[in-house]
């Protein structure tokens, strides 16, 4: 029996999931978490097999958690979900540990092969997303300004890119607004960028936000 972690903020979405596993005989849904703060906190309890993490979530957010969780247990086996599948998403969320990435956008058969997969030690991408990483490689895209962001900056990026203020990502990611501030220094030399509006635009135009 595959036991599984469901974290996502929206207990819609939680719900479906749960019902589509619930279905498979060998998959049970050991706990469900509204956030990353929950998600690691709940990890460390139940040890599961499988934590099926949304990487869009408001507060730490799953990039965060992939990483806190991946940090304090090496063994965990994550499969990131993310309702974009652009090629960027994909390679941050396996650079920082998850064992498999599908988009939200999947069909539900391959959420259920994702984990099977996954909690196998394998790892899982689907086609099309693996397609899109291939290609991008291929003509260069990996070689964008955006790739030459830390880890932390990208985090830092995406959240300013969505609106958020500097002391609402300081919160979020429990850091004093300065060390904010300063890789927000450094995201914008890094990018070319001079203003927030700015950061918008280029995450809108690589597909990391929608306008």
Excluded: W
């Amino acid at each position: 029996m595959i036991r599984v972690l469901l974290v996502d903020d929206h207990a819609v979405v939680r719900t479906g999931f749960r019902l589509l596993l619930q279905s498979q005989s060998d998959i049970s849904v050991a706990a469900e978490a509204h956030s990353g703060e929950a998600a690691c906190q709940i990890y460390a309890e139940l040890t599961p097999d499988v934590v099926v993490l949304d990487l869009g979530m408001p507060g730490m957010g799953g990039l965060e958690a992939l990483k806190r969780i991946r940090a304090r247990h090496a063994a965990a086996r994550v499969l990131a979900l993310s309702a974009h599948d652009d090629p960027m998403h994909a390679r941050r969320a396996l650079r920082e540990g998850a064992l498999g990435f599908l988009s939200k956008r999947s069909a539900p058969e391959a959420l259920i092969e994702a984990i099977a997969s996954v909690a196998a030690g394998r790892r899982y991408i689907d086609p099309t997303l693996a397609q899109k990483l291939a290609l991008a490689e291929i003509e260069g895209a990996a070689r964008s300004p955006i790739e030459h962001l830390s880890e932390r900056e990208f985090e830092v990026f995406i959240r300013l890119a969505g609106g958020a203020t500097v002391q609402k990502i300081a919160e979020d990611l429990k850091l004093s607004a300065s060390t904010i501030g300063t890789h927000l220094y450094n995201i914008k030399q890094k990018l070319g960028v001079v203003n927030q509006a700015e950061l918008t635009l280029l995450a809108i135009r690589h597909g990391l936000i929608e306008a």
